[in-house]
């Protein structure tokens, strides 16, 4: 883990880049830090490395503090994506990614067989790509190869500054999906620099959002999406992305008609209800459209002697027509397929359309998961 | 034909002066370029590094006014403060290349990009490690121009050194001037042509298989 606790920044010409920064970089997690041009993103993650000394404050480093470490083995350590690759053009492809092994003195099968496997893993064929020089390759070829050799040393803290930012879009999806696949195959702590939304939202855990060399909100992109601090955080987020997290009223997600039956008909018909319907609960009702309660199949049929207000299922609860969505979301994980919807004064109203309201949940994530 | 026949005569009597002339003019440039890119090199490097932009326009000022002194009057400046002979005469050559291998070292060096810079400090290149393989292999093409440019006009300046009684093929010219004699101007200036493009081919070589390692 790295923290940064109340860390200050005064460059040499007397410009405040940093003004009281705390952040914890949880290990196994890729950290994004986004915000404007000159907010002091890449000054941030420099601290890190020690490219850029902070003037107050304090780093540490697995709980060590880094001004106690020697710079040049703690560089060793981290690995490092400069803003625009950096790749060193008088070397071989083979050579920019053994770079830090052979810093390290690594042997040279060692390296060897490292290389190939990190060129194999961004789907570049050693054979082809090795020897090559950097000027030999197309622009994603070079970020890909930018990003592995900071992984060379197999380092467990990776750096990477707009690592994909002169992408287009398409190579771009392709390496932000490589990123993810390797961050769970790897598990390393990964502190990215973006200015990329949509590239931030996807790929992190947690989102650090800076202003004028503070920090304006962290946490997951859940959170920010759902709760952004102050305009500044909307803006920067964007409508369009604000407007489609918003879940629709509880009322559009309503199924009527609906299958129910009275409490003063027999169980039998109840049973014969759920079957003729094919569902394996019903609700309950008074004739004057108050809710009972919910009868299940199962409880029907092995207890077809009782009466069915004897029989409700105290499991089953419903909800009320002015909860709000995100509430009801929460209720729904027992996992219960009938939920009534009743009205203030417990008149059912109809049931919660599911599929409907995962068929919303779907389009929102963008077809990629379910509900958190 | 009588002007060939006569030259092959020329050769066989001389061939052995030939050879001293020609030894003397390989010693003294050879003399001059080594110490000029042991010292100048260095020199320019260290400059790229220097933050003190006065001392680093001061030193560009004086290599600039050695440059500036015709090469004659340098040769003869340097009679009264080291005598004649071979030292006077590699103290003021090597005077005379200072700039133009300087300057093509600082430029090498500051064509380096700050961002394959910070790409090598970030990654854990101690200084040294990173002069020699990032900044130096970078700057070469630019430095070993530097070094042949600077070689070429060495053996050409070399000629003149022998108005300081230094020697070299400019002992042959002097005195095929002196006694009329064109076969002794002829060879002496094709010698000196030949050594300038035989070590600039040596040179590139050398050049070519530095910026392979
Ligand atoms: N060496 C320096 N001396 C003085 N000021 C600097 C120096 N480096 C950066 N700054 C200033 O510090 C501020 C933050 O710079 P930084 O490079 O961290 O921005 P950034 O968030 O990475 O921006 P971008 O998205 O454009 O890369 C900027 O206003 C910049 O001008
Ligand atoms: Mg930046």
């Known amino acids: 883990m790295i923290e940064l606790k109340n ?66 083995e703690l560089r060793r350590k981290i690995g490092f994506v400069i803003q625009n690759i950096g790749l060193f053009p008088h070397m071989t492809i083979y050579n920019n990614v053994a770079t830090v092994p052979k ?69 771009r999806e392709q390496l932000q999906d490589e990123l993810i696949r390797l961050q769970r195959e790897i598990n390393k702590t990964i502190i990215f620099v973006t200015h990329d939304m949509d590239e931030a939202l996807k790929i992190a855990d947690q989102i650090i959002l800076m202003k004028d060399g503070h920090i304006v909100q962290k946490g997951t992109p859940q959170e920010i999406l759902e709760n952004p601090a102050n305009d500044f955080v909307k803006e920067f987020i964007g409508e369009k992305r604000l407007g489609r997290r918003e879940l ?75 909860d709000k969505t995100e ?35 779907h389009e929102m994530t963008g077809g990629e998961c379910g509900v958190k | 034909m009588h002007v060939l026949t006569d030259y092959f005569q020329f050769w066989s009597e001389k061939y052995a002066s030939i050879l001293d002339y020609m030894t003397e003019h390989m010693i003294i440039s050879f003399t ?22 006065k001392i680093k326009g001061l030193m560009f000022h004086i290599a600039n006014i050695f440059q500036t002194i015709p090469t004659i009057a340098l040769l003869a400046i340097m009679i009264p403060i080291l005598g004649i002979g071979f030292t006077p005469a590699v103290v003021a050559l090597f005077l005379y290349s200072l700039l133009p291998l300087l300057r093509n070292t600082y430029a090498g060096m500051q064509s380096v990009d700050p961002e394959i810079i910070e790409a090598a400090k970030g990654m854990g290149f101690g200084t040294f490690e990173r002069l020699f393989k990032i900044e130096l292999p970078m700057a070469l093409p630019y430095v070993m121009s530097g070094i042949r440019v600077t070689s070429v006009y060495i053996i050409s300046w070399t000629t003149l050194a022998a108005l300081i009684g230094a020697g070299g093929l400019g002992d042959l010219v002097l005195a095929g001037i002196g006694y009329n004699d064109k076969f002794m101007i002829f060879t002496g200036t ?23 390692v």
């Open chain 2, 32 to 53: 001059v370029i080594i110490i000029t890119v042991f010292v100048t090199v260095p020199l320019g490097i260290y400059m790229t590094k220097l933050k003190n932009e």
């Open chain 1, 103 to 171: 810093l390290l003195r690594w042997d040279r099968q060692k390296i060897r067989a490292r290389v190939k496997e990190l060129l194999h893993m961004v789907n570049l064929d050693p054979k082809t790509y090795m020897n090559r020089y950097p000027s030999e390759l197309s622009g994603g070829q070079k970020q890909r190869i930018g990003v592995i050799r900071a992984l060379a040393a197999e380092p467990s803290t990776i750096l990477m500054d707009e690592p994909f930012s002169a992408l287009d879009p398409i190579s």
């Open chain 1, 248 to 322: 629709p009223a509880l009322a559009e997600l309503i199924r009527t008609p609906f299958i129910s039956t009275l409490d003063d008909s027999s169980t039998e018909h109840a049973i014969e209800q759920m079957l003729k319907h094919q569902v394996a609960t019903i609700p309950v009702m008074e004739k004057n459209g108050k809710y009972v309660g919910t009868v299940n199949l199962y409880d029907a049929l092995s207890n077809k002697d009782k009466q069915l207000t004897d029989l409700l299922d105290p499991s089953v609860i419903p909800i009320n027509e002015i």
């Open chain 1, 7 to 72: 860390i200050d920044k005064v460059y040499e010409d007397g410009f405040q880049a940093l003004k009281n920064i705390n952040i914890a970089f949880e290990d196994g997690k890729i950290n994004v830090l986004i915000g404007p041009s000159g907010c002091g993103k890449t000054t941030t993650m420099k601290l890190i490395n020690r490219l850029v000394d902070y003037t107050d404050g304090q780093i540490l480093f697995d709980g060590e503090n880094i001004k106690q470490m020697n710079p040049i």
């Open chain 1, 327 to 361: 509430d009801v979301l929460r209720h729904m994980k027992q996992g219960k397929d009938t939920i009534p919807v009743l009205s203030s004064d417990q008149n059912m109203i109809g049931l919660l359309d599911q599929t409907k309201l995962f068929h919303v949940l």
């Open chain 2, 190 to 212: 094709i010698l000196a042509i030949m050594i300038a493009i035989f070590l600039d081919f040596i040179l590139g070589k050398m050049e070519k298989k530095l910026s392979k």
